[in-house]
């Protein structure tokens, strides 16, 4: 069991992660809630069939982190990483659940990891190895892109930016279809031409070799329809994102206790 991968949690995120490991490694999964596990993944019916393992991937919502807290210590071994995908909950509060001297990393992944389009930020504890931080990349690089952290307290600013940012840009693209609709359009035109365009832009942005203000520039002639567009979002476009990213870094720190 020493390479055996333990999913605590194998729901939207803890899923993309297992399928992603699931055609290198054996990966056990214990989550009651779950349906179905991803094609591969055995499941456990008891959290304590679990221990052993190498690693153990904390992957459940924070607001139950309390009830599997007690039985951490009971599955790790000399040597067993301890990765958590959990918001807000903080390396000490990890480490004293897992054990004294546990090697324990905090990272945070956001939901394009489910296509391998995500990205992921981490940040380890004193007793983390080189080996064990390669280890993780293995892991999280399978989902997309990993940025390691210097500082723990960064985590909720990524959380609120990153991690829950793919919400923020579907809840603008709802906006848009709605305001493509009360200008006439149906509902199916207004949603493709909406979904297609922040797709467009989304790969338009990751394929050119330029600043985001530049392709904003090339597409604002100056005097034009998206000029005047950009007019109307400039009052209150950076206001409204600041309040958005605070209130979410402050729910993250308010799981931490």
Known sequence: MSDAVLMIGCGRMGGAIARALVASRRVLAFDPHAAALPVGVERLSSLADGAGCGTVILAVKPQTFGAIAPQLATLGRPG?????????????RLTEAAGAGAAVVRAMPNTPAAIGHGISAAVASPAVTEAQRALVGQILEATGQ????????DLDAVTALSGSGPAY???FTEALIRAGMAEGLNAETATRLARQTFIGAARLAEEENTGLDELRRQVTSPGGTTAAGLGAMEATIDGLAGQVVAAAAARSRELAG
Do not use: C, D, Q, V
């Open 146 to 153: 990993l940025l390691w952290l210097e500082g723990e307290g």
């Open 80 to 92: 067993t990483l301890f990765l958590s995908i959990m918001a807000g909950i903080p390396l000490a």
């Open 169 to 171: 840009f579907f809840r």
